[in-house]
């Protein structure tokens, strides 16, 4: 028996950020190596993504996650008990064919994820190495460049604005640690201007500031002003990074803002952004038209792709084969690689391939409804991806994201290198 055979599988239910239930899978190994690993879940989520299986019925409002903890433990046990946890392809596999769908609605993607980054984290244990170094090896270095949100809007808050995400990157940061340095000063800042416009009123799902906000423009020029109050220099220190989740009030070419009561076109869209590009120092835009329109995504991308990140988030939904159509029809430039939409590490790692095939950046993005779970930032730096999304910079389910980056870095000593500026093709 090998040392990375897997002998023990388990499933049980945990709760997530939102007080929702959720999906946990723990292996351990023949040689003692032991790996646990939470499934995330979304709100804003693309209509292509793998399932989450939920229970439906009248408890926790229908989110219990009894049916994918119960395939763990009898279906996925079964399948996986015996098989190499260093081979992590060859069991992913498994466990799709074991499935048999096309979405993962029979055993849940939220059950696949859990199991499958639980097996990374074993085979890792196993080795004797904290998983990034076992999933990138001594070329594992690159700290990412994160995006980190200063207001929450959207489906994270009751859709009081329409933009989901409003945040902030730090390009010309030394470090990981120094960005995030700063982000806690521009957070702070954009508390208190808050504050003082007696706007203050708590936190969106990702911590980011509860968006009291006129209109959506009056977020962005807040966001700007929190950027000078904290003493940098906005679109040279510190940039902007929104994501509109435009498929959350956007179907069939018709997008309703409804904080200003107005429906555009997807040109419209087009002309919205641009003109916000203009204005405000934005350096890259996350899902700006709905997933089901990919020409004004191609559109949107001819106009402002080659100074800005087009993020495709709901619509390429961490998928190789939907990135490969994008890039033929020019639309983004930049994929948002979360496992859970996919549900197993293999898929995961074939979008990122795909996008470095095709000339696209990525970013490593949490869920909207997180855990303790860190293991997304020893994927992006494991990957050496370059960026990371995380959401805001309070509630400890995103620090303890923040926080485990901070320690690897500190690891790293000398051999850390920052993605800073570089990823967004600006040099130092
Ligand atoms: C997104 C994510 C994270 P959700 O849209 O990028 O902000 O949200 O997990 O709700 O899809
Ligand atoms: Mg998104």
Not at 33 to 57: C, F, K, N, Q, Y
Not at 132 to 161: C, K, N, S, W
Not at 225 to 251: C, H, M, N, T, Y
């Amino acid at each position: 028996m090998s040392d990375t055979e897997i002998v023990y599988v388990h499933g049980r239910r945990v709760w997530d950020s939102r007080g929702r239930p959720t999906v946990e899978a723990e292996i351990m190994l023949a040689g003692g190596g032991v790996g646990r690993a939470i499934a995330p879940a979304g709100a804003s989520t693309g209509t292509g993504e793998a399932v989450d299986l939920r229970d439906g019925g009248a408890a926790f409002g229908g989110y219990d996650v009894t049916r994918a903890v119960q395939a763990i433990r009898d279906d996925i046990a079964e399948e996986i008990l015996g098989r190499d946890a260093a081979d992590q392809a060859g069991l992913d596999h498994a466990m799709i064919a074991l499935d048999g769908t096309a979405n993962k609605s029979r055993l849940g993607a939220n059950a696949l994820v859990a199991v499958s980054m639980a097996a990374a984290h074993a085979a890792a244990a196993e080795a004797g190495k904290p998983l990034y170094r076992h999933l990138g090896g001594e070329d594992a270095t690159l700290l990412p460049l994160p995006q980190i949100q200063i207001f929450g809007g959207g489906a994270h808050a009751g859709g009081r604005v329409d933009i989901q995400d409003f945040m902030v990157m730090c390009p010309a940061a030394e470090n990981f640690a120094q960005a995030l340095d700063w982000t806690a000063e521009v957070y702070r800042a954009a508390g208190s201007l808050m504050a003082e416009a007696g706007t203050l009123q708590g936190v969106a799902d990702e911590g980011g500031w509860w968006p009291a906000f006129g209109t959506n423009e009056q977020a962005l020029e807040t966001l700007v002003r929190a950027i000078e109050r904290a003493g940098f220099r906005p679109g040279e220190q510190v940039g902007i990074a929104l994501d509109i989740a435009a498929s959350q009030f956007g179907k069939a070419g018709n997008y309703k803002l409804g904080l200003e009561e107005r429906t555009l076109d997807s040109a419209g869209m087009i002309d919205l952004l641009t003109g916000w590009i203009a204005r405000y120092p934005i350096d890259s835009i996350e899902d700006p038209l709905a997933e089901d329109d990919a020409e004004g995504f191609a559109a949107f991308t001819r106009a402002v792709g080659g100074r800005v990140q087009v993020v495709g988030d709901d619509f390429l939904v961490t998928d190789a084969a939907r990135l490969h159509q994008a890039a033929d029809a020019g639309a983004a430039n930049t994929v948002l690689l979360k496992p859970n939409q996919r549900g197993t590490l293999t898929e995961t790692v074939a979008a990122w391939d795909a996008a470095k095939q095709r000339g696209y950046s990525a970013i490593v993005s949490a869920r909207s409804g997180e855990t303790e779970d860190v293991t997304i930032v020893h994927l992006a730096i494991g990957w050496s991806v370059g960026q990371l999304k995380v959401g805001s910079f309070a509630r400890s389910e995103r620090m303890a994201k923040w926080n485990e980056a901070v320690r690897i870095e500190e690891a790293l000593g000398p051999m850390a290198r920052f993605a800073g500026g570089a990823v967004l093709g600006r040099s130092k």
